[in-house]
């Protein structure tokens, strides 16, 4: 099994890496005979990723760096491989935000470390995965680094598109992009089952996550995210007064509010843990007084990125419920226009029919409340509310 096996439904992308793959190959053994490195368009310093959520953007770069430093171009065996697949490889770097953004002070962390020669691969690898997520300033700093990259560096960034608001202009410019479509739910299903699913299950799920592998891995998996998904679908039929819409509203908080807690909770104990460690927790002697103080201020900006990755958790899980209702108004679209299209929610069929007998206009406008409250928690909108606003425009006449 290669590298590029994990990357479903997307064998234009694949074939791109792989030959961009074996360039970087040419140009390091050129180097290593010491000749000038040969003139190829198949690699470049930089490259951004975009496809929709679950396409497999990071999954597409961490493989391209794997390629990069293996010797066989991705085999997925070698010790080279199996350290980028783990995020152990020295000379590759992932930057995964935890909070709601990327700063400056650890892009430009990135940026220097880039700046070095490969120490045991054959290139410096900087993987962004989120790359919209950049503030200002560190998207300043990356642009510097990708303006004048270092000879053996490659920056691969990940984005949902290469619209400004995504990725600047400034960036988009100099890298070379790979667009990457939504997979298929017969290439979904099939990873499923190759990772050991129940082919029915994995079935239900890849047409349930409409092509997400990761949704569809974790619904396959999870009875807890079957059970949430299954609440959010029977939201649409059960708005039948105001109070309905906030009761729907505080449940679909508080169930985002929960799953944050369990997705967090215990790394957040092992993070201060560890911190006290190494700030010298329950010492003695000379000088406990000064590291108190320094330990203090440790776990104050250690409890800062805490709250802003569970800021980021509970907006994640709000985002997958809002995203499994807009499917709902789709399937009842569909319904009315008798497409013969599969639904997202087969088992919802009974309230999808009941919701088909409102007018056309009447579902549009609901589907655009769930498409707005989505975009107002990405401007920071807080969740009650928005999840409120939404409910309430989704009320039954």
């Known amino acids: 099994m290669t590298v590029w096996d994990e990357l479903v439904g997307q064998p234009e992308a694949v074939s791109i890496l792989r030959a961009a793959s074996t360039a ?58 199996h350290t980028v697949k783990t995020g152990t490889h020295a000379d590759v770097h992932l930057v995964v935000p935890d909070g709601l953004s990327i700063s400056v002070q650890e892009m430009r962390q990135i940026v220097l470390t880039a700046a070095r020669a490969p120490s045991l691969g054959r290139w410096q690898v900087v993987v962004v995965e989120d790359a919209d997520r950049l503030t200002e300033a560190a998207a300043n700093a990356l642009l510097k680094a990708v303006e004048e990259p270092p000879q053996r560096t490659v920056f691969l960034l990940c984005a949902p598109s290469t619209h400004p608001d995504d990725v600047p202009v400034t960036i988009r410019s100099r890298c070379r992009v790979v667009t990457l479509r939504t997979p298929s739910a017969d290439a979904v299903a099939a990873v499923l089952v190759g990772r050991g699913v129940d082919p029915e299950i994995a079935d239900w799920a890849a047409q349930a996550s409409q092509g997400h592998v990761g949704r569809a891995n974790r619904l396959a998996r999870d009875p807890d995210a079957r059970a949430r998904r299954a609440a959010v679908l029977a939201i649409p039929a059960s708005l039948r007064s105001l109070q309905d819409c906030l009761v729907a509203a505080d449940r679909l908080v508080k169930a985002a509010e929960e799953e944050a807690v369990a997705d967090t909770a215990g790394r957040n104990e092992s993070e201060k843990e560890a911190l006290g460690q190494a700030m010298g927790a329950g010492g003695t002697g000379k000088g406990t007084a000064a590291a108190t103080r320094s330990a203090a201020a440790a776990l104050k900006e250690l409890e800062r990125k805490q709250k802003s990755r569970a800021t980021r958790a509970q907006r994640d899980a709000l985002d997958r419920a809002l995203v499994d209702l807009a499917a709902f108004y789709r399937d009842v679209i569909l319904d009315q226009a008798r497409a013969g299209v599969s639904p997202a929610h087969p088992e919802a069929a009974g309230d999808v029919r009941r919701l088909a007998t409102l007018p056309p206009e009447a579902v549009l406008q609901r589907l655009d409340a769930v498409l707005a409250c989505r975009e107002a928690l990405e401007l920071n909108v807080k969740p009650r509310i928005a999840v409120e606003a939404m409910t309430a425009a989704l009320r039954l006449p």
């Open 24 to 81: 970087a190959a040419a140009i390091v053994a050129a180097e290593a005979a010491g000749h000038p490195p040969p003139a190829t368009a198949g690699m470049t310093h930089a490259w951004l990723f975009t496809g929709p959520p679950g396409s497999g953007r990071s999954v597409a770069a961490r493989a391209f760096a794997a390629a990069l430093q293996c010797p066989d171009g991705g085999c997925g065996t070698c010790q080279a491989c």
